[in-house]
């Protein structure tokens, strides 16, 4: 079967589609779920494990891939998955490939009126939004939430999992063009990275927001903890600006703030029907339609690469997907 692989950490432009043999359904940790995969979804971590850089460090060569979308090709006895189910899966990397494996935890029912591209979009930025926002923000209906890079995969989950928790969601882009995108995605507001700190005071007559999602880092940091309203919380997601910042922490006492470390994986991989939970919390948003992923376009299996070179570029709207059949 074809597969996306990282031969050599030479970053996207190394990047290979391969043969390689199909996955069994016994694997090395057990019986496990097989998925014909149809759309995987490109993420951060593909572009940082092409170049070495991820806390996981497999040894090439090794397939790329986090979230899929497919159909159920076999599943261990009481997983509650049938063969010929449509499904959409989670993992740390090997998805980018036409038969792909995951343990039952990490493997949900797909509704119907989600495409496969759209499925693709979902586990890690969706199931990452509801755990920053719901366990780690503590989020209630009626709070505002900042949202930095609103306009790219996590920003747009965000948007989406902030409305379904009955949230004001004030999007901030460094372009117009993203800017649309996000309100587009369903945020209330949008507004430019620019001079951010000033246009959301105003937005909320002086109060400030309840809580900041930064997936971003860098030079955002000071003037996040400045648009807090007290007992507001900034959670710390990613860095995709490159540099992380630091917190002076007078800050925080001077208006009884947070700064909380969101790490999802971290946590929902190590606690056994955790996702399943968090999956079950989306569902009734999915049917809503309150959630309902942005794919900003499609790639061929080929052009992996090409489409975390993009990404690297910030030109990513919402979720990129490649199709693989
Ligand atoms: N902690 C966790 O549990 C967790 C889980 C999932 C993902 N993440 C992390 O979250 C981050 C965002 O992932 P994503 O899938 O949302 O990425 P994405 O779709 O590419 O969006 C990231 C956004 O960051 C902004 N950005 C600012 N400076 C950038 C730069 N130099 N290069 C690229 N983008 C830049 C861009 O928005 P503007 O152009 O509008 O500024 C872009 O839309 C990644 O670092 C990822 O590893 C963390």
Do not use: C
Not at 100 to 123: C, I, K
Not at 136 to 144: D, M, N, S, V
């Amino acid at each position: 079967m074809r597969a996306v692989q990282v031969v050599e950490l030479g970053g996207p432009e190394a990047i290979v589609v391969n043969d390689v043999a199909e996955p069994e359904a016994e694997g090395p940790f057990g019986p496990q779920v097989l998925v014909e995969v149809h759309a995987v979804g490109v993420s951060f971590p593909d572009l940082l494990l092409s170049r070495g850089e991820y806390q996981l460090k497999p040894e090439p060569p090794f397939t790329l891939g986090v979230d899929v979308a497919g159909v159920v090709r076999s599943a261990p006895e009481g997983s509650g998955l049938e063969p010929g189910q449509r499904v959409a899966a989670v993992g740390g990397y090997g998805g980018a490939s036409e038969v792909a494996a995951f343990g039952t935890d990490s493997v949900f029912a797909l509704p119907d009126r989600l495409s496969f591209d759209q499925g693709a979009a979902l586990p890690m930025n969706y199931l990452t939004a509801q755990f920053a926002l719901a366990t780690r923000g503590h989020l209630q209906a009626g709070e505002t939430v900042l949202v930095h890079g609103a306009a790219g995969g996590v920003g747009t989950a965000t948007i989406q999992v902030a409305k379904g928790y009955g949230a004001r969601t004030i999007a901030v882009t460094s372009t117009q063009e993203k800017a649309a995108y996000a309100k587009a995605a369903g945020a209330d507001e949008a507004v430019l990275v620019e001079g951010f700190k000033d246009a959301v005071k105003e937005l909320t007559d002086g109060r400030g927001v309840d809580v900041v999602m930064d997936v971003v880092g860098g030079d955002l940091m000071t003037d996040s903890l400045r648009s807090l309203a007290p007992l507001g919380r900034v959670l710390v997601v990613g860095f995709t600006q490159g540099a992380i910042p630091q917190v002076k922490v007078n800050r925080l006492l001077l208006n009884n703030t947070d700064v909380r470390g969101v790490g999802w994986g971290a946590y929902a991989m190590v606690r056994p029907g955790f996702m399943h939970d968090q999956w079950a919390e989306l569902v009734p948003m999915m049917e809503r339609g309150v959630i309902d992923p942005p794919v900003g376009a499609t790639y061929a299996l080929e052009d992996f690469g090409q489409a975390l070179l993009d990404m690297d570029a910030r030109k990513a709207l919402g979720k990129l997907v490649v199709h693989v059949r």
